[in-house]
C-alpha cells in the first residue's frame, strides 16, 4: 500500500458525459501527479500539482482540467468524454515539487466509455 | 526532448532464471534514469534510480540496473526470478538540465513459468 488513494476504482460512463476522478496524497506529500495509461500510448503524465499551484503540464487535453485543494487531495475533471478516453487514470504524490524524487502511485481509477 | 524505448513487450522467464530487461533511451546529456514496477491492479512502485556516480545501481526487490553511456542503455537485471517478480516494468528518464517531467517508457510485461 502506496498511502495514496484514488477513487472511485472504477467508472463507466457515456461518451459526451464529464467525470471527476479523486487523489489523496500520501501524508506530507505536497506534489500531486496525474498520469494516463492506456495500451497504444503508454504512460503519459498529464499535470503536476505542487502545494495547490500548477507546477508542470504534459499532454493534457482542453475538455481535462485538474486542481489541488487547501487539504492536498486533487482532483482530475474529464469533460466531454471520447471513447479513446477510455484508460487508467493513476494519480502520484511525492514531498518535493521535483519528479525525480520517489513517486508514489495509487492504485488507479479504470474509466470506460460506452 | 528525452525518450525512452523498451524493445521487448513480453518477457517470459523460468523461475530460479536470470533476467534482462532491456531500456534505452534518447536525451542530449547525463539523464536521470529510473526501473518502476506495477504489479497486477496496482499503481507503480520505484524499484531504483541512477543519477550520477557508480554506474551499477542497486535497487529493491535483489534488482540491479547498469548505466551504459555509450550504448544509452539502462537495463534492469536479476540473478534469480521469483513467481512474485510477473508484473509490467517501466523505465523512465527525467532531463539533467531542468525538473521537466519524468518520460515513461512503454512497459516489459515479465510473466514467470514453475
Known amino acids: 500500500d502506496s498511502g495514496v488513494t484514488q477513487t472511485p476504482k472504477h467508472l463507466i460512463t457515456a461518451t459526451g458525459q464529464r467525470v471527476t476522478l479523486r487523489c489523496s496524497p500520501r501524508s506530507g506529500d505536497l506534489s500531486v501527479y496525474w498520469y494516463q495509461q492506456s495500451l497504444d500510448q503508454g504512460l503519459q503524465f498529464l499535470i503536476q500539482?505542487?502545494?495547490?499551484?500548477?507546477?508542470a503540464k504534459g499532454n493534457i487535453l482542453e475538455r481535462f482540467s485538474a486542481q489541488q485543494f487547501p487539504d492536498l487531495h486533487s482532483e482530475l475533471n474529464l469533460s466531454s468524454l471520447e471513447l479513446g478516453d477510455s484508460a487508467l487514470y493513476f494519480c502520484a504524490s511525492s514531498v518535493t515539487e521535483n519528479p525525480y524524487n520517489e513517486q508514489f502511485f495509487g492504485p488507479g481509477t479504470r474509466l470506460t466509455v460506452l | 526532448a528525452q525518450s525512452v524505448t523498451q524493445p521487448d513487450i513480453h518477457i517470459t522467464v523460468s523461475e530460479g532464471a536470470s533476467l534482462e530487461l532491456r531500456c534505452n533511451y534518447s536525451?542530449?546529456?547525463?539523464?536521470?534514469l529510473f526501473w518502476y514496477v506495477q504489479s497486477p491492479g496496482q499503481g507503480l512502485q520505484l524499484l531504483l534510480k541512477y543519477f550520477s556516480g557508480d554506474t551499477l545501481v542497486q535497487g529493491i526487490k535483489g534488482f540491479e540496473a547498469e548505466f551504459k553511456r555509450s550504448q544509452s542503455s539502462f537495463n534492469l537485471r536479476k540473478p534469480s526470478v521469483h513467481w512474485s517478480d510477473a508484473a509490467e516494468y517501466f523505465c523512465a528518464v527525467g532531463a539533467y538540465s531542468g525538473n521537466t517531467p519524468l518520460v515513461f517508457g512503454k512497459g516489459t510485461r515479465l510473466s514467470v513459468i514453475a
Open positions: 500539482y505542487y502545494n495547490g499551484e500548477e507546477r
Open positions: 536525451y542530449g546529456a547525463t539523464p536521470y
